[in-house]
């Protein structure tokens, strides 16, 4: 259990890391995000907003408990990462500005993958417990 855990940690401390340096230039509204919501055609009005959301989501996988938020957490992030990937892809950008995204969405499942894997060691940890009483 205890390789899982830091593995765990590192993977989503990792992942917030990525989240958190993504959503600061989103929610200061840094011109290069503005110039590329603008040429994929998305509204500006929306690079704040996903800002906050990557950061709030960021913080929720990093807090201890709330299982429920912590999933919806990850699906929120997962599906900005895939919804960046898939529209930059579509805006005509060669592979090499897009692929790399990839790294990070495969970090974000490892962690989703390890958070799941910590929950069902913890579970039966506290059964084994419960059995020796």
Not at 9 to 21: D, E, P, R
Not at 50 to 62: E, P, Q, V
Not at 75 to 84: E, N, Q, R
């Amino acid at each position: 259990m205890k390789k899982t855990t830091i593995t765990y940690w590192i993977l989503t401390g990792l992942f917030a890391f990525v989240m958190i340096g993504s959503a600061i230039p989103n929610i200061m509204v840094n011109p290069m995000s503005v110039q590329g919501f603008k040429e994929m055609g998305y509204p500006t009005y929306i690079i704040p907003f996903l800002g906050w959301a990557k950061l709030l989501g960021s913080i929720t996988i990093l807090v201890p408990g709330f299982p429920r938020l912590k999933e919806w957490a990850y699906a929120g992030l997962l599906f900005d990462l895939l919804g960046a990937t898939y529209s930059v892809a579509n805006s005509g950008k060669p592979i090499d500005q897009w692929a790399p995204i990839f790294i990070f969405v495969a970090l974000g499942f490892a962690s989703y993958y390890f958070y799941h894997k910590r929950l069902t060691a913890t579970a039966e940890a506290g059964q084994n417990l419960g059995m020796a009483v």
